[in-house]
């Protein structure tokens, strides 16, 4: 009887399990749709009241664990900051 190779997995999986994909690609949406709805609220705070300068750079740090263009632009934000806010900016 013939025997036949194993099914591989799809490339972008990688040796990665199917469960492990599925989990990393979930916590990624995850963290997207948190970020992107921290970063909303804090854009609407720019015209209603609320801490806006505080809540657009937490979206902005929730984005950059997976985006770069986020990590790009929070460090242009802290940049701005003046020498004394900079000190005891993570």
Request: aromatic share 6%; no cysteine.
């Amino acid at each position: 009887m013939p025997r036949y190779p194993s099914p591989q997995l799809p490339v972008q999986w990688g040796d990665m399990s199917p469960i492990a994909w599925t989990l990393k690609h979930a916590k990624r949406i995850v963290i997207v749709v948190v970020g992107v709805t921290v970063l909303g609220l804090g854009i609407v705070m720019t015209v209603m009241p609320g801490p806006a300068i505080i809540v657009i750079p937490l979206g902005l740090g929730i984005l950059s664990t997976e985006f770069i263009w986020a990590r790009k632009l929070l460090h242009r934000i802290k940049e701005r900051l003046p020498p004394r806010v900079k000190d005891k900016a993570p």
